[in-house]
């Protein structure tokens, strides 16, 4: 699987976009980008994912770049409770294994 | 609708003790996947399950561990004998794989286990 490379930490504002920058140079074209979040003292949650469009949902966006070696996870409208550590995981192809492997994540801090 | 249900939430027993693990995973999931939590190591993947067949287990740090699933509805993490640096978060997580595209795996809230 290809690795990924995050901050390891980041401050924004509350109400205002988080955008969380994600680097992986080496992802392959069957590989698509996850991402996690884990709130302190609970399980990873699924947030969103993609291949080479951009995709949204009720959480977030995700802005994958032309070259895919790069993407952005954008939280909108950021709350006290998006304070958490957010991964960014680059996953093999389904009909291959259905692992995934943790990095070390970005520490995101909502600031009231 | 219910999430990965894992029992107990916390356990605080004395090394040497035989420690279990449990996990129910959502009903009509097929993966099922066993992760550690630690401080030093971040969140590392233990041992998965598809269609309650252990897949790789590649993950598991010795002898002292072993993973079972029974049935598609029941999983267990068991330690014997425990040791001190056995404490951590164990999370187990689920999800349906191969039914089609790429599918996020759901994690249960946990087991926080000290060895004292």
Not at chain 1, 29 to 54: A, F, T
Request: charged share 20%; with cysteine; proline share 6%.
């Amino acid at each position: 699987d290809a690795k990924t490379t995050q901050p390891p930490s980041m401050d924004c504002a509350e109400g205002r976009a988080a955008n969380l920058p994600c680097n992986h140079s080496t992802i392959s074209g069957n590989e698509y980008v996850y991402w996690y979040r884990q709130i302190h003292s609970q399980g990873p949650q699924y947030i969103i994912h993609g291949l080479k469009n951009n995709e949204t949902n009720e959480m977030a966006s995700l802005i994958i770049t032309e070259d895919r070696k790069s993407s952005t996870l954008i939280l909108p409208h950021a709350t006290l409770r998006d304070t958490a550590v957010y991964y960014c995981i680059v996953r093999s192809s389904w009909n291959r294994d259905d692992k995934i492997i943790f990095g070390k994540g970005t520490r995101l801090h909502i600031l009231p | 609708d219910a999430g990965v249900i894992q029992s107990p939430r916390h356990e605080v027993t004395e090394m040497g003790q035989e420690v279990t693990l449990r996990c129910k995973p959502i009903s009509g999931h097929n993966s099922l996947f066993w992760y550690r939590q630690t401080m030093m190591r971040g969140l590392e993947l233990l041992i998965y399950f598809n269609n309650n067949v252990p897949i790789d287990d590649s993950g598991m740090p010795e002898d002292r561990f072993s993973a079972k699933m029974p049935n598609a509805s029941f999983s267990t993490l068991k330690i014997q004998p425990s040791e001190p640096r056995d404490s951590a978060v164990y999370f187990c997580a689920s999800s349906s794989f191969g039914t089609g595209g790429h599918q996020p795996q759901h994690f249960g809230d946990g087991t926080r286990l000290s060895i004292l």
